[in-house]
């Protein structure tokens, strides 16, 4: 095992961090690979990927990681039950369009659910929107309302009414900062909803 | 008074004296076939590239496809022509072959050597014609599974193939699960459509319509069904392209002339290629073959050879496998391709799916495509990984 490349997402490390060495995962939305690369690497993971972009494909394929193209929203149906240990979406949530249905694949088809997203709860955004009257662009969410591929923002709170009712149990949870530092744990949850960017949580079925 | 002539274009040559390897099994051996029936003797007619390591772990099997042949990157013997994937194959190539002992067999029923209709029946010492028992693409896999025992192989590194080359790889999985370490099937399907097999019995129609296929028994009669090929793979060229590539290579240009000619002459330069696509063809392969190879193809249904399920295929399989289609396909669209990786992923196989954007048609597989030279390159440098082959000579 070896420590990640230092130029790694630092939010990846800590949803990498969440994942059993040796275990099977499936990262839905896996972009160019990065994290099935260090899966494999940091934690000898037998990873499997799912990418919307034909680029991200084709990047993932010529690393030799195994990938398919495919869509969240319709093609995890064609999973079996449990046949993953971990089912991972990593700041996709936001981009699918049914992410009440995706959740509850990824409990289905992985014993856990790692889930990253961007809190659209966080002090930035409300600004924005309360002082500006302006929707929110920010570093991590640089996207203009008319062009941007996340149609389905949520709040931390709003996330963990969503796991509520999917009946997902939460194991961890976390809340980062610009920077993918971790915000101290004892924080209430309006304080993480208020002061994190980014969060990620480990889910499992009830 | 003296036989009909004989009618010896170079496939017909080829098919008892190939200019290839040849591993011949006797009666000891028969070939058990699916229509019911033993086949014996047996040639098969093979070339290979590159040389097999002591581990014998770096053999790498490609599949042709319905109009393809062994010599895949050599000159053809008949045409002249370089091999039919160069692109593909060769030394740094991704199927490279400082690396991998790289092993191509004609097909059974195919005009190439390996025993097809147009092969001479030693009970009768005339070629089989219609007396050779239909095949199916199970009995071409059972075939080459022959070779590659006799060749003292038993693990393929690799199976690759386009087309109907990709049915066999799928068919070898299926058959062979423990014998396949991964598998690059292309722009193919677990089953062949209801269109397919129409365009089929078109090209098949079309050779049996010509007087001069004689039921079969042209190559005794001294005579070849020439037009009736012709006519069949003018129709099947054109499913192997697509309606952008033929609008981009000719559009309405008219051949060789300043105007119409209000005559039934080829006054547009697309059926003048499709006239010069069917002419070379007769050339070099046999019709009732043409019968043959299509025949195996639309019987080709993987899960109901498995109680209608696909996963069931696979279910012993632990194959990686690396599924590629092309946009612009219409013979063997993405979506076929994409119910091989729903079956794969249902058994928790290691798969990858590329799905290669170009106007090229079907027929992109075999040309030159750089997004499928980059996808594969890296799926088999992978599983040459996976498997411990020393890595690529760097270039």
Redesign the interface.
């Known amino acids: 095992m070896t420590a990640p490349a230092p130029q790694t997402r630092i939010d990846l490390v800590r949803v990498a961090e969440m994942v059993e060495p040796g275990s099977r995962a499936l990262d839905v939305g896996c972009g160019d690979g990065a994290l099935l690369r260090l899966l494999a690497d940091t934690r000898g993971v037998d990873g499997r990927g799912i990418e919307l972009s034909q680029k991200g494909v084709h990047d993932c394929v010529a690393k030799g990681l195994s990938v398919i193209q495919g869509d969240a929203d319709t093609d995890l149906v064609d999973y079996p039950d449990d046949a993953f240990d971990y089912v991972i979406l990593s700041q996709t949530l936001q981009a699918t369009r049914q992410p009440k249905v995706v959740l509850e694949h990824m409990l289905r088809i992985g014993r856990r659910a790692i889930v990253s997203f961007p809190n659209f709860g966080h002090w930035r955004i409300r600004a924005q929107l309360a002082f500006r009257g302006r929707m929110p662009v920010t570093e991590s969410l640089s996207y203009a309302w008319y062009d941007t591929p996340n149609i389905h923002f949520c709040t931390i709170r709003d996330f963990v009414d969503l796991t509520r009712e999917v009946g997902a149990r939460i194991e961890k949870s976390l809340a980062l900062d610009g920077k993918g530092r971790p915000l101290q744990v004892n924080l209430p949850w309006w304080a993480w909803n208020l002061l994190g960017e980014q969060a990620v949580f480990l889910l499992r079925r009830k | 008074m003296g036989g009909p002539a004989p009618n010896l274009n170079g496939s017909t040559l080829e098919a008892d004296a190939p200019s290839s390897l040849v591993a011949r099994f006797g009666p000891d051996r028969p070939l058990r076939l699916d229509a019911g029936v033993g086949l014996t003797p047996l040639t098969i007619a093979y070339q290979t590239y590159g040389a097999l390591n002591p581990a014998k772990s770096n053999a790498f099997l490609i599949c042709h496809a319905l109009t393809g042949d062994q010599h895949v990157a050599n000159r053809n013997p008949v045409t002249g022509k370089s091999g039919w994937w160069e692109t593909m194959v060769g030394p740094g190539k991704p199927i490279d072959t400082e690396r991998f002992f790289v092993i191509c067999a004609n097909v059974l029923g195919g005009c190439m050597g390996t025993t097809g209709p147009a092969s001479t029946n030693p009970a009768t010492g005339k070629p089989y014609g219609l007396d050779l028992p239909l095949v199916t693409i199970a009995d071409m896999v059972r075939a080459q599974a022959m070779l590659i025992d006799h060749l003292g192989i038993e693990t393929l590194f690799c199976v690759a193939g386009g087309s109907m080359g990709g049915m066999q790889v799928l068919q070898w999985v299926a058959s062979y699960p423990d014998r396949v370490f991964s598998a690059l099937p292309i722009a193919t399907a677990a089953r062949h459509s209801s269109q397919n097999i129409a365009f089929h019995e078109v090209g098949r129609q079309a050779i049996m319509a010509d007087p001069d296929w004689r039921d079969g028994r042209y190559l005794a009669e001294g005579v070849s069904p020439s037009k009736g090929l012709a006519v069949a793979r003018m129709a099947a060229h054109i499913t192997y392209l697509s309606e952008n590539a033929l609008h981009r290579k000719f559009g309405r240009k008219l051949q060789d002339r300043a105007a119409r000619t209000f005559s039934f002459d080829a006054d547009f330069q697309v059926e003048s290629y499709l006239r010069h696509q069917g002419a070379t063809f007769v050339e070099r392969f046999d019709p009732n073959s043409y019968l043959f190879m299509t025949r195996a193809m639309d019987y080709f249904d993987l899960a109901a050879d498995y109680g209608g399920s696909l996963p069931g295929a696979f279910k012993d399989a632990k194959t ?1 496998f ?2 590629v289609s092309f946009t612009s396909d219409w013979l063997f669209p993405t979506a076929d391709s994409r119910a091989i ?2 079956a794969l ?2 058994t ?1 196989a ?6 290669v ?1 170009t106007d090229k048609g079907h027929d992109a597989f075999l040309l030159d495509e750089p ?1 499928l030279f ?2 594969t ?3 088999i ?3 040459a ?1 996976a498997r411990g082959l020393r890595p690529a000579r760097s270039r």
Do not use: K, L, P, T
Request: aromatic content about 8%; overall charge negative.
């Open positions: 990686r690396c599924v990786v729903h992923n249902a928790g290691s798969v990858s799916f590329v799905e954007e997004d980059a996808a390159r890296g799926f440098d992978a599983a990984r």
